[in-house]
């Protein structure tokens, strides 16, 4: 069955230092995959894609992620975190067939001054 | 992407009694979906919310709890009916243009019942 794992469930770093968010995809086939930021009282808003190509994949906000298949991950990067990306992140592979999207159970950032 | 209204932005409602959110979308869309957020957890879906049609239904929900309407390509209604303490959750409208686009979220609805 199709599933998504953020093993870790709360971060906490400081302003100004990098960023590593894991996530961990189980599918049968060359998945579509997201990362989404959900902030306090917000909807999520899709920070990146991949479906194809290049899998080292460039978002908004300085965000990046790679999708490495040998290891069924698709982590989130950046290099100097900012005190406002304090926020939820969700993880999500999307089926090339069907509609279905299935999320994770999300990491929550903290950034400390 | 597609701009993605919804009403009410939050609601205190009293058990028993229900709640309809509408997602209003700038522009039409393939697929709409309705998912549920409980507090501190993730996203669960609810139904795709079928143009023309009844709602697919997602294991452990059901059409009597969660009415669906989609009238045309940019408009979807989602009731919360004869609710109780466990419906507080966050309900969230989706809309994806086709398989190789994401998915792209309103801003939900922030809903607690006493």
């Known amino acids: 069955a199709q599933s998504v794992t953020q093993p870790d469930i709360h971060i906490t770093v400081s302003e100004g230092a990098s960023l590593e968010l894991r996530c961990n995809y189980s599918y049968g086939a060359t998945p579509y995959l997201f990362w989404y930021v959900q902030s306090p009282g917000q909807g999520l808003q899709l920070l990146l894609k991949?479906?194809?190509?290049?899998?080292l994949v460039q978002g908004i906000k300085g965000f990046e992620a790679e999708f490495k298949r040998s290891q069924s991950s698709f982590n989130l990067r950046k290099p100097s975190v900012h005190w406002s990306d304090a926020a939820e992140y969700f993880c999500?592979?999307?089926?090339?067939?069907?509609?279905?999207?299935?999320f994770g159970t999300g990491t929550s950032l903290t950034v400390i001054p | 992407s597609a701009v993605i209204s919804q009403k009410p932005s939050r609601d205190i409602c009293q058990r028993g009694t229900s709640l309809t959110i509408q997602c209003q979308v700038d522009s039409q869309v393939t697929m709409m979906f309705w998912y549920r957020q409980q507090p501190g957890q993730s996203l669960t879906l609810i139904a795709t919310a079928n143009q023309g049609s009844e709602a697919t239904y997602e294991s452990g929900f059901v059409i009597d709890k969660f009415p669906i309407s989609r009238p045309n390509l940019t408009f979807s209604t989602l009731t919360v009916s004869n609710m109780s303490p466990e419906d507080s959750s966050i309900y969230l409208c989706?809309?994806?243009?086709?398989?190789?686009?994401?998915?792209?979220f309103g801003d939900g609805t922030r809903l607690s019942i006493l």
């Open positions: 999500a592979v999307g089926a090339n067939t069907g509609n279905q999207f299935y």
């Open positions: 991949y479906f194809s190509g290049d899998t």
């Open positions: 989706s809309v994806r243009q086709s398989m190789r686009q994401p998915q792209h």
